[in-house]
């Protein structure tokens, strides 16, 4: 049985230009320890919180310095070789895999028809994120696209998964992917008018006890704070970016304001 049922958020790994440097950063950050992989997988670092995996750094590959440095979420398959075919057949787009990563399991780097870079992994001895939904680790993914419609119509196709809208304001449009009846990740349709700059992403949200005191914390460490903190019905949050330029958000899901939206 693996850890995490086909089409959820497992795993997520940040690559950067500078490896040293990023160990530094989300160190101090986050309090994570970490562990270096073999010359034979690349220096890929994972990422420890109460030795638990949280996330994992990895160099950027010689011909990549075109590639901004960036977190990839990955979602969980029970066979990444049939993930492929319905990635294709879906108008996605395959950039690496599928390939065995011995003996951790299979991977899959792809992109869906509107932009969004994501991954799929297949768990051998490598279940996942070992710690998630606490301070200093992984609590959710979220999806940015500028076409709502053909990014929800391709994951739900490719992994099983059920998109519900949300309720609320007509300027925000966001669905919520269900698995099962449970909240997996989320959808979000970037607007008309924001900066040309802002293309399709995953963000990834690491939990925090504190907000404020964390974007404090980074800001010291030279991150940079994009938006926030503000406050919502699921957390107080901020999104932010490393000193190397790859954006994530901090939550403290312990502070909430209103009560969530419905969804339809």
């Known amino acids: 049985m693996t850890a995490y049922p086909e089409g959820a958020p497992c795993w997520a ?21 970490f562990e270096t992989g073999t010359q ?40 990444v070789s049939a993930t ?3 990635v294709a057949r879906h108008g996605g787009e395959t950039l690496m895999g599928p390939m065995e990563v011995d ?28 710690k998630h939904d606490e301070p200093n680790s992984f609590c959710w993914a979220e999806v940015h696209t500028r076409d709502a419609a053909r990014t929800d119509e391709f994951f739900t196709s490719v992994f099983p998964l059920d ?6 304001s007509p300027e925000m449009d966001y669905a919520v992917w269900m698995i099962h009846g449970q909240p997996r990740a989320g959808r979000y349709l970037i607007p008309k008018d924001a900066p040309a ?44 970016a490393d000193p190397q330029g790859a954006t994530f958000a901090l939550i403290d899901t312990s502070t909430t304001t209103g009560e969530p939206p419905g969804t339809v």
């Not at 997988?41 to 901004?68: C, E, F, I, R, W």
């Not at 998109?163 to 609320?168: C, D, I, P, V």
């Open 163 to 168: 998109a519900k809208l949300m309720e609320g």
């Open 40 to 79: 034979e997988h690349g220096g890929y670092t994972q990422a420890y919180s109460d030795d638990k995996a949280v996330g994992a750094l990895a160099p950027q590959m010689p011909g990549q310095n075109d590639v901004p440095p960036a977190w990839t979420v990955y979602f969980e398959s029970p066979d």
């Open 197 to 240: 700059e802002l293309g399709p992403h995953t963000e990834t949200y690491f939990s925090v006890a504190d907000c404020d005191e964390a974007v404090a914390n980074l800001q010291r460490l030279d991150g940079r704070l994009i938006r926030g903190p503000m406050d919502s019905p699921y957390g107080r949050f901020a999104a932010v």
């Open 13 to 33: 790994d940040v690559t950067l230009p500078d490896l040293e440097a990023g160990k530094r950063f989300y160190g101090e950050l986050f309090g994570w320890t």
């Open 103 to 130: 003996p951790f399991g299979s991977l899959l780097i792809a992109r869906d028809p509107a932009g969004v870079l994501f991954g799929v992994w297949q768990e051998g001895t490598h279940h996942g994120f070992g």
């Open 84 to 86: 492929a075919d319905r």
